[in-house]
Every structure is written in structure tokens, then in C-alpha cells.
């Protein structure tokens, strides 16, 4: 038995100096040492041996297995320490190579001022709402104090889905879900897409995007909307900028009023841009008809607001100067990279 042990530990350190890859090695760890291996196999075979002679032999089947898992063990080390080596040798980076030029995207031009009239408004305590771009006739007409056939719904061709359900012509719509929620105070702006029927030229397009504001509260007056898009107009187009109110109508609001600045190209002198005024108009605004305060339970014996609605596309294309509209809508990367 001694002479087998001896035959099989010489050929297993034989055949493991042989062995190439973990595989290889497990195989043989099986073959050997395995429960059906043929060391195990041995020390099966011990209990037919006379009593006096088990315990030296158990001795030297241990140590063989003993010497022989080392082996194996080492062998395992050797192996991954080969391929970790050749691993680093094949993955090596040359760190001094040039990097590749990746083209960076930007924002585009209404994001930009999207962000920037959100960062102005929400610097003074404005929340920012969003409201459905699909609308019922409730909230985009009546409840804005346009009932059917008032006259004022001509001033917006209208896509209806239904009789009833709509696109929203504008984003005043989010005046009255806000007003549903939240009672005053109430410092709200609400920007998003608008639809209206118009054919698409260089200054309209059938989706367009708007900046809608309502102030309410105690005490709110006339004042408090001249100052604060006042400030608006100051912080947008310059700090010379100034503005004019012109008597105006809107159903939901009572008085109206549309707003101009000084024309930030000419600084008011008349130019092309403004058509030779040194106006250009920016939006319309005024205190919040009382019709529409009670059609969302608010008293308007206690409380009173004002509301702004600015076409975003309109003072994107005024602020960068862009001649057309569609160039707004088209995404095309020659005009959008201007921007970045
Ligand atoms: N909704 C109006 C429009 O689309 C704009 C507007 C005017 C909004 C006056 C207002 C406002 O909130 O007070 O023509």
C-alpha cells in the first residue's frame, strides 16, 4: 500500500506540473482526491486491514493527502497569479493617447428662458404649476368668465376634440385648477404649450408656448402688477428696459391690460424690430375679474389678484433676435448651436 501511495503522489505532482488552466486542475483534484477518487478509494480500504496495521497505515494516507492538497493548492495560487499577470499585460491603457472629442449637447432656446423667467419668478415666492394641455371647455372657456357664445371666444380658434374636451387655446386654464386647490395667498406661474388653430407663418404657429401668472390675496392691487413685471421686463431684456400698460380686454380680467417694453434694440428710439415705435409688446395682463374669483369660491369682497399671460416664443425670438418663428420649432442643429 505504502508503494501505491508513493506511485500515486509522484504521478499527481507529475500531472499537475502539466495542468494549464482551473479546468484542468479540478478535473484532476476529482480524479484524486474526489469521493470516488483513488486516494479516498484507499483510505476506503483500510478497514480490511488487521487492526494493528490501521492506524500507521491511516497515518500515511492522511499525510499523502495532506501534501498532496498543498500541492494542489499551490498550483491553484500559481494559476491565477499567471493569468491575473497576463490579464494586466493585454489590458494595458496607454493613458497618454488623446481623448476622443465628444460633442456636447446644449439647451435650446426656449429652455433657456423657460429657466431663466422660472428662476426670476420663483426668486420672489412664485410656485410653479403644471396644468393638462388637454382641457374641457370648463376651464380653458367658462370658468375664465367666457361663457358659450361670448364673443371673446373668437379672439382664439380653438381645436376641439369634443363638443366639450379640447386642446387649451391658453395657459390660463391653470389659473382656475389652481385656485380649485389652493386659497390665498396664492403666487403661482404655470408655462407650458398652447394650441390654437392658425396657420403656420413666421409669427404663428398652431402650438405655441406660454408663461401664465396669478397673483391673490389681500391688498393685491394694480401696483403690485406694474412693479413686478416692471421688474420682469428690467431683469429679461435689461436693466434700462421700460414699460408702458395700454387699456385693453380680456374676459378674466377687469381692468385689462396689454404690456410693452422699450425696444431693447433701439433702446426705445424706433428701429426696425419695433416697427418704428420703440415699443414691443410682451404680454397681457390684469386684476382678476371678480366672476372668476367666485367661480373658484374665493370672496372677492376679501381678496383680490392679478394674472399676466407671456408668450414664451415671443420673447425668445425678441431677446435673440431670431426673424422667424418656425426656426423656433424645426430643430435644426445650425440654429440650435447658436445657443451653447
Ligand atoms: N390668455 C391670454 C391669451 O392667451 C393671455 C392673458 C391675458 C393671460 C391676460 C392672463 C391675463 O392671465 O391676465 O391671449
Redesign the pocket.
Known amino acids: 500500500m505504502e508503494e501505491k501511495l508513493k506511485e500515486i503522489v509522484e504521478r499527481t505532482f507529475c500531472k499537475l506540473e502539466s495542468v494549464i488552466d482551473n479546468k484542468e486542475l479540478a478535473a484532476l483534484k476529482v480524479e484524486i482526491l474526489g469521493k470516488n477518487g483513488e486516494l479516498t478509494g484507499i483510505l476506503r480500504n483500510l478497514k480490511d486491514l488487521p487492526a494493528d496495521k490501521r492506524p500507521m497505515a491511516g497515518k500515511l494516507v492522511n499525510d499523502a493527502r495532506t501534501r498532496l492538497e498543498e500541492a494542489f493548492d499551490k498550483k491553484f495560487k500559481k494559476l491565477y497569479e499567471e493569468e491575473l499577470s497576463k490579464k494586466l499585460d493585454e489590458e494595458k491603457i496607454d493613458i497618454t493617447i488623446e481623448g476622443k472629442d465628444r460633442k456636447k449637447g446644449g439647451l435650446h432656446p426656449l429652455t433657456i428662458v423657460k429657466n431663466s423667467v422660472i428662476d426670476f419668478f420663483s426668486s420672489l415666492g412664485f410656485m410653479v404649476v403644471d396644468s393638462p394641455e388637454i382641457e374641457t371647455d370648463y376651464y380653458n372657456f367658462k370658468a375664465l368668465n367666457t361663457p358659450d357664445n361670448h364673443p371673446a371666444r373668437d379672439?382664439?380658434d380653438t381645436f376641439y376634440i369634443t363638443s366639450n374636451i379640447l386642446l387649451r387655446?391658453?395657459?390660463?386654464a391653470g389659473?382656475i385648477r389652481t385656485m380649485e386647490k389652493i386659497k390665498p395667498p396664492i403666487k403661482m406661474i404655470n408655462i407650458g404649450r398652447?394650441f390654437r388653430a392658425d396657420d403656420v407663418d413666421a409669427t404663428h404657429s398652431p402650438v405655441f408656448h406660454?408663461i401664465?401668472?396669478?397673483v391673490v390675496d389681500n391688498h393685491i392691487t394694480m401696483c403690485d402688477l406694474k412693479g413686478i413685471l416692471d421688474r420682469f421686463a428690467r431683469f429679461f431684456f435689461g436693466e434700462n428696459t421700460k414699460t408702458r400698460f395700454r387699456p385693453s380686454y380680456?374676459p378674466?380680467?377687469e381692468p385689462?391690460v396689454e404690456v410693452d417694453a422699450s425696444c431693447p434694440y433701439c433702446g426705445g428710439k424706433g428701429c426696425r424690430v419695433c416697427k418704428g415705435t420703440g415699443w414691443i409688446e410682451i404680454?397681457?395682463?390684469?386684476m382678476v375679474n371678480r366672476n372668476v374669483l367666485k367661480n373658484c369660491d374665493i370672496n372677492p369682497d376679501e381678496y383680490t389678484g392679478f394674472?399676466?399671460?407671456i408668450g414664451l416664443d415671443r420673447i425668445t425670438v425678441i431677446r435673440y433676435g431670431i426673424n422667424d418663428m418656425r426656426l423656433e420649432f424645426e430643430n435644426d442643429l445650425r440654429f440650435l448651436k447658436q445657443f451653447n
Request: hydrophobic letters at 40%.
Open positions: 379672439m382664439q387655446t391658453q395657459t390660463s389659473q398652447v406660454q401664465e401668472g396669478l380680456f378674466f380680467t385689462s404680454l397681457g395682463a390684469g394674472a399676466f399671460g
